[in-house]
């Protein structure tokens, strides 16, 4: 259905007249052909403006309601879009070589126009949106899992509908038994049983062999579970700033000389002799050293989590969260009940060691590599973690896309995002986002969005826009799930084979210490 013609075009940007009695909407997306056919753009709606065509006195006259006689045609609606494809002659698509001409009609799309937009993907999101016109339910809108080592985000302002999407994209990795899995960090504590959203990746009909929950407590029902315990028994000093980002190399210097004089039980008996006697007892008992030196270590020692870490236990947690990965499992790490710090630190450590198995295993057995799951590791409020180039997770999404790993940044404050890690997301879930600040740094950092500010300011609850290259050549309109009508019915999954089954109850790998002692 025509809903206006090209007043002006230039560079990428057209504007248009309505001329039809069809309703036009931000972030629609239309159709832009010659008369004959030949030539066809697409091109989506950034923004719309309503205009007289009288002049001044004429128009005051007629706001006021003057008896004066106007002319027939007083004002009009004028439409701008971003053009963002072209379909050439052979029917395939590519980026615009030109322009439209003035006068050409644009439509709304027809069924054939959908399926050449390429939006659909093994990874399901939501419905293509078109605005005023609602969802276009027979489109759906998805990702493969190839894009997890291209990084990406989900972004918008708190109450946007970003558990939501979380959820159906964690729940759409389950349903792939084993090609995709993710490593979850929920900090609010809402995943697993869906605070203020209804239903949670518990209710997941594969949540029992296809989930695993680490947290401080067991969850009801036959969900896999792992305490969250680090153990700090034969730690080795090396590995401490992954476990403490502060740490200089003077402490980690003095800890190798305790690790010595200790053995395998250094950080506990180092910790009780300054709990007891200060720093002097770690001197006269463990090694000699700088007082200022001993001073920061011990108090840095001393002040971890005992919820979380545990000075006698020899292993951690993120051995079984590895071997979970391994046999295709999703695991959910509760850190909600955790100060910030102790949060923290369980988000490194964790990731640290997984993240290096995926690297390592790619340098060192290439075959056994190839046989590991795409892991997208999904991290709550990540501008905390990605304000600096020089860090873990910036690290993870400036270089490991080779290993087969991704990031999944999820936050409300994207400016607070390093530029250049920012620019490394390449697939971009974008929800409501009012802040104007934050709304020019997406507009500014990814690519289809340079005119639509006012858009992203106007989106819905659970209405946002998908940006993902190299796949997607433009910005997406799309209505996320609501995740309990997704489960009831978007789900398609396949029961288990009984020996997976087994497998998954009985463990395929030989338990470690941390499991002995704790499980």
């Known amino acids: 259905m025509e809903v206006g013609k090209v007043r002006v075009s230039k560079g990428d940007r057209v504007e248009l007249v309505v001329t039809g009695e069809e309703n036009v909407s931000f972030g629609q997306i239309l159709k832009i052909s010659n008369p004959s056919g030949s030539t066809v753009y697409y091109a989506r709606v950034t923004n ?33 879009a971003m053009l963002f494809l072209e379909k050439v002659k052979d029917g395939k698509l590519r980026a615009p070589t030109l322009n439209p001409d003035y006068g050409w009609p644009a439509e709304t799309l027809s069924k054939g126009d959908y399926g050449n937009l390429q939006v659909s993907g093994k990874l399901r999101l939501g419905y293509l949106r078109e605005g005023g016109r609602g969802e276009v339910r027979e489109v759906i809108v998805g990702l493969d899992v190839d894009f997890i080592p291209r990084m990406s985000a989900i972004v918008g302002q708190i109450g946007s509908g970003k558990t939501n999407a979380e959820l159906v994209l964690n729940a759409e990795l389950m349903a792939t038994k084993g090609e995709a899995v993710g490593l979850i960090f929920d900090f609010h504590g809402e995943l ?42 034969g730690f080795n000093p090396a590995m401490l700033g992954l476990l403490l980002p502060d740490v200089s190399r003077p402490q980690i210097h003095y800890a190798a000389k305790l690790q010595r004089t200790f053995r395998e039980d250094w950080v506990k008996k180092a910790v009780d002799l300054y709990l007891e006697g200060d720093v002097d007892a770690v001197k006269k008992q463990g090694a ?28 951690d947690v993120s051995s079984p969260i590895m071997d979970s990965l391994r046999q295709g ?19 490194c450590w964790i990731v640290s060691r997984t993240v290096a198995y995926y690297r390592e295993t790619w340098r060192s057995n290439y075959e056994d590599w190839m046989r590991l799951p795409y892991l997208l590791i999904t991290l709550e409020e990540a501008h905390k973690f990605l304000e600096e180039r020089e860090s873990l997770f910036s690290d993870i999404a400036l270089t490991h896309r080779k290993y087969r790993v991704g990031l999944n940044a999820v936050t409300p404050r994207p400016s607070l995002i390093n530029r250049d890690v920012f620019a490394e997301l390449w697939t ?24 639509s500010d006012t858009e992203l300011k106007m989106l819905d609850i659970g209405e946002g826009l998908l940006v993902s290259q190299p796949k997607i050549q433009f910005a997406v309109p799309v209505k996320i799930f609501d995740y309990r009508e997704y489960l009831e019915e978007h789900l398609e999954v396949e029961e288990e084979s009984e020996s997976f089954a087994l497998k998954a109850k009985m463990g395929e790998v030989k338990r470690s210490t941390y499991e002995e002692n704790v499980l």
């Open 428 to 451: 971009k879930l974008i929800l409501k986002t009012t802040l104007r600040e934050d709304r020019k740094y997406l507009a500014d950092n990814t690519p289809y969005l340079e005119y």
């Open 48 to 80: 719309a403006s309503s205009h007289s065509m009288l002049e001044e006195l004429e128009e005051l006259q007629d706001l006021k309601g003057s008896m004066r006689t106007v002319g027939p045609y007083t004002q009009c609606r004028l439409v701008e």
């Open 329 to 347: 499992k999703t695991v959910l790490v509760d850190v909600s009940g955790l100060p910030e710090e102790a949060q923290r630190q369980v988000v």
């Open 192 to 233: 697993l049983t869906g605070k203020n959203i209804g239903k949670g990746l518990a209710d997941h009909p594969l949540a029992a062999s296809r989930l695993v929950y680490v947290g401080l407590e067991k969850p009801k029902g036959e969900i896999g579970f792992l305490p969250l315990k680090i153990g700090m028994k």
């Open 288 to 315: 000699s050293g700088s007082g200022s030196v001993i001073e920061a270590l011990m108090r840095k020692l001393a002040n971890l989590d005992e919820n979380v870490f545990d000075l006698s236990l020899q292993g």
